[in-house]
Structure formats: structure tokens, C-alpha cells
């Protein structure tokens, strides 16, 4: 079973509403020193059998497609990826 | 000027109503031969400066405590990047 990341950014021209609003919060939750953030979206899609070039060529035809508004975002990646992201630490607080 | 990536995945646990909705239409669309599909969110946060141990650290810290609900998503991701991600093609169709 292959693994394609397909990662969608709002275009830098638009207005990011989410973004703003997240970079207003960091300093309010002690997070300091960032000048700004952008949020966009990630997708892992999974395909039967190994990725071959036509299966990313299919996965970047889709990802413009259906996957991203081309008209207010841009599709930056689109890459295999060897396993299901694995979060990054257990240590979740109770 | 630094830049910070950050992704955050549904718990593989947990019902992804979006991804389901994508992986539905991908057949109906003719992308055929996906198994599944999960999305989750990506960040670009940049900050003044160089990106050090610990600034990493920081939006380590606010990955989790401010850019995901860790009940139902994980961090995946933490890393710099070089730049602002760029549209993977220019060729928009008109």
C-alpha cells in the first residue's frame, strides 16, 4: 500500500482569516517572536499497490482538481511518503 | 527570516468525515484506485530571526497546546523549511 501527501496553501496574495487568526492568539498564550501564520490543508491519500509516476501524476491532476480551489490556493507538495505520519510525541498531558 | 512547518493529522482512530468526503468523489471524479483518503491541517509560521533549537522547541509547545485539538489530532510534523512553499505548477488551466 503506497501513501501520497498532497499539501494545499492559500495563495500569499490572499487573505488568511484562520492564519490571522492563530498568529493574534500566540502571543496572548505566551508564544512569542512569530510574525505570522498561514494555515492550509494536508491530505494523506493511500493507493492500492506502490506509488509509480502515474499514480503521482493522477494524484497532482486530482489534487488541482478536487483537492485544492486553484482560484485562493496553491498545491506546494505532493510527494510519497514511506508510512502513516506517526505522531510526534506520546507525552500527551493527561 | 525563519519559517516553521507544522502538520496536524486526525487520530487514525478518529471518524474524518472530510477525508471520507474526498475519497468518495475521487471514483465519481475518475481518479480511480485510492483506498483512502485523511486531511488534516498544515501550518507556516515565521518568525524574527533564525530558526533555533528553541524556536522549535516553542512551536513544539504550541503545536500542541494552541494548533491542535490533541483529543482527536496529533502533531505529525514540526520541521524548518527554507522558504515559503511555492505553487508546484504555473500552468494553472484558465
Redesign the interface.
Known amino acids: ?1 503506497g501513501r501520497v501527501v498532497v ?3 492559500p ?2 496574495e490572499i487573505l488568511d482569516p484562520q ?1 490571522k487568526a ?1 498568529a493574534s ?2 502571543p496572548r ?1 505566551g ?1 512569542t ?17 506502490p506509488v509509480t509516476d502515474e ?1 503521482l501524476a ?1 494524484v ?8 485544492s480551489n ?1 482560484v485562493i490556493e ?5 510527494a510519497e511518503v514511506a508510512e ?5 510525541d506520546e507525552g ?2 493527561a
Open positions: 500500500m499539501d494545499v496553501m495563495k500569499p492564519g492563530v492568539a500566540l498564550l508564544f517572536g512569530f510574525t505570522g501564520v498561514r494555515q492550509g490543508r494536508r491530505f494523506e491519500l493511500t493507493v492500492d499497490g499514480v493522477t497532482r491532476e486530482a489534487a488541482v482538481t478536487l483537492l486553484p496553491d498545491v506546494v507538495r505532493v502513516a505520519a506517526e505522531p510526534l500527551t498531558p
